[in-house]
């Protein structure tokens, strides 16, 4: 399976990095994209330290993980910025809000919007994972805009009937959730009446 990984400003970097271990882990090829607000948020939550350059971030987050190509923004000539590429999944996790409304109107200012967009138009798996309280009107219209044009939104609001343990734990929950939308068996997270 190839899958596409954006991941943007929001907090959340713990999100990003496990789904992405459990991508590589089910087997997947990944394409990962982050924004520069993205690499501070990665760099800030797991590493702590907001000032490390992006290639330091992006080989840490990627370091002993098989099948995981990076790719910069501005890279229009990735395959995931082209509908004719097979890939069978999209996501943007962490998903900020300033992206998640750029792409609701179509804009595309960057390989995360791009691939995004195609996902759209190509009537692929497009899952955004966003992270944001409390919530604007702005915000919500955007998401069901998103949502009917096929989108699927997994918000970052782990369950609890699962009596988490750990934040790790909880990460896994919103991940398990995540991979299940793209079809990838998972154990990551105990499921409902297990």
Wanted: aromatic residues 6%.
């Amino acid at each position: 399976m190839r899958v596409f990984l954006g991941i943007t400003g929001a907090s959340g970097a713990p999100y990003a990095a496990r789904l992405l271990r459990e991508l590589t882990l089910a087997g997947c090829e990944v394409g990962v994209c982050a924004s520069s607000s993205g690499i501070e948020v990665l760099a800030t939550e797991l590493y702590g330290d907001a000032t490390l350059p992006r290639d330091d971030v992006l080989a840490r987050l990627t370091q002993g993980l098989e099948g995981v190509a990076v790719y910069r923004p501005d890279d229009y000539r990735a395959p995931y910025a082209s509908g004719s590429a097979k890939v069978d999944g999209y996501v943007i996790c962490p998903c900020s809000m300033a992206t998640l409304g750029t792409i609701a109107g179509g804009a595309m200012a960057n390989l995360v919007h791009r691939a995004a967009s195609v996902a759209l138009k190509e009537g692929r798996r497009l899952v955004l994972v966003p992270r944001e309280t409390p919530l604007s009107a702005i915000h919500l219209e955007n998401m069901l805009r998103l949502r009917n044009a096929g989108a699927v939104i997994v918000f970052a609001a782990p369950g609890f009937y699962h009596a988490p343990k750990t934040v790790d734990d909880l990460v896994g929950f919103v991940v398990a959730r995540v991979l299940d939308q793209l079809g990838i068996e998972n154990t990551v997270s105990q499921r409902w009446g297990q």
